[in-house]
């Protein structure tokens, strides 16, 4: 049974739509698609403002624009996260100020961060890891006392929430991601979210491309002109039309993630009570959307030994971030704060198991009794002391 690790859902309206904007001539940005893509999100985010992007990566990079980020700032975020959570910041100047997660949630600690404070730091990026909330209150808390800006790195979080509350509506701005591995996807895209209403002009004009076009459009002004920094930060209508399609289906779509994710979450639960592995902890209050289930191991070795036993069973089992801290490019760009112990151990013992719209219970049964196979194969060969199951 050859099950793989990402298989991107496809709802039959992509090419219909696309179909349409290829008749409609209106190849370029900001079309009919991408209007009702803002609408959604503006919708179930809450935000003042949303902005497809080509990219997460896009976003951020955005966000860094936004808030003015230059030489000698310093941002605060976990080592436990994508390249572009740094880049896009590095990009403008800033140091990077890595501080460590916690065990439980994989989320950047909300006590470190006041710890890696100081007269520079001028904005807080948390990462949703998994679509599990970080401790938003608290950093929130933390950030609002001392006017710092927050920018939420959501990239995996699309209806995610925390006590009701979307992720991506805490922070003065936020970041989506729509890439092939996410939960919406368009190939490649991403959304800027919007908080607060004295950033919404300023963004649509980095977004296109320094200039006040999108006034121009609207028939606020009779012709546009260079105003500010920017870059072309728009997706095609092509890209939008194929996301629209997700969009429409996104209740459906993480319905059955959420549905897959408790099947692991159920089925695992007795290789997490005799001690061979550690399951996924959902923060208290927080509504998870079911876009990554992990295992944590025991150990490295563990970890390594398990992933290449279920990829000879065809399994698409693989590990995540090397923490950025660790990276060629940290000598120059950043410094750590505190230990990173947690930050290590998570990134040496985590494996994230195939999880898509398509994998049956068929399918999530076989990578359980895989995993449960492995376990009892190194009991019998006395590797380990558990009780078999």
């Given amino acids: 049974m050859k099950i793989s690790f990402n298989y991107p859902h496809i709802t039959g309206k992509e090419l219909e739509y696309i179909k349409d904007v290829f008749e409609s001539r209106h190849l370029c940005g900001d079309g009919k698609y991408s209007q009702l893509c803002h609408g959604w999100l503006e919708e179930k985010i809450g935000c003042e403002r949303a902005l497809l992007t080509p990219s997460g990566t896009a976003a951020l990079e955005m966000a860094a624009l936004l ?23 590095v990009l403008r100047g800033a140091k990077i100020v890595f501080v460590d997660i916690t065990r439980d949630t994989c989320n950047i600690d909300a006590g470190e961060i006041e710890k890696a404070i100081t007269s520079m730091t001028r904005a807080v990026v948390p990462v949703h890891y998994a679509g599990i909330a970080c401790d938003m209150p608290a950093i929130m808390k933390i950030c609002d006392e001392r006017d710092i800006a927050v920018v939420e790195d ?57 200039t006040n076009r999108s006034q121009f459009f609207r028939g606020q002004i009779d012709k546009y002109t260079w105003q500010d920094l920017g870059s072309s930060f728009l997706p095609s209508e092509l890209q939008a039309a194929f996301l629209w399609a997700q969009m429409e289906e996104a209740g459906f779509i993480n319905a059955r993630r959420q549905a897959t994710w408790e099947m692991y979450h159920q089925a695992l639960k007795p290789l997490e009570e005799n001690g061979l592995l550690r399951r996924p902890t959902i923060s208290p209050g927080g509504m998870q959307n079911g876009h990554i289930y992990y295992v944590l191991t025991n150990t490295a070795e563990e970890r390594d030994e398990l992933m290449h036993y279920l ?17 060629p490019g940290a000598a120059k760009h950043s410094r750590v704060c505190g230990n990173l112990d947690n930050t290590a151990y998570v990134s040496s013992r985590l494996l994230r198991l195939p999880l898509s719209v398509s994998l049956s219970q068929e399918q999530v049964q076989f990578v359980v009794d895989s995993i449960a196979a492995f376990y009892q194969s190194r009991i019998r060969k006395g590797q380990l002391q558990q009780a078999a199951l």
């Avoid at 808030?67 to 910041?89: C, H, Q, R, Y």
């Avoid at 992720?167 to 919007?194: D, M, P, Q, W, Y």
């Fill in 154 to 210: 959501a990239a995996h979080a699309i209806l995610s929430n925390h006590n009701g509350k979307a992720l991506g509506s805490f922070g003065s701005l936020a970041a989506f991601s729509f890439h092939e591995t996410k939960n919406l996807v368009a190939g490649e895209a991403g959304a800027l979210i919007i908080n607060d209403a004295r950033m919404v002009e300023r963004a649509e004009i980095i977004r296109e491309k320094g």
């Fill in 67 to 89: 808030l003015d980020i230059k030489e000698g700032d310093e941002v605060i975020m976990p080592s436990f996260t994508f390249v572009s959570t740094a880049n896009a910041f």
């Fill in 311 to 327: 990829v000879r069973e065809e399994i698409g089992a693989v590990f995540h971030y090397i923490p950025l801290h660790d990276a």
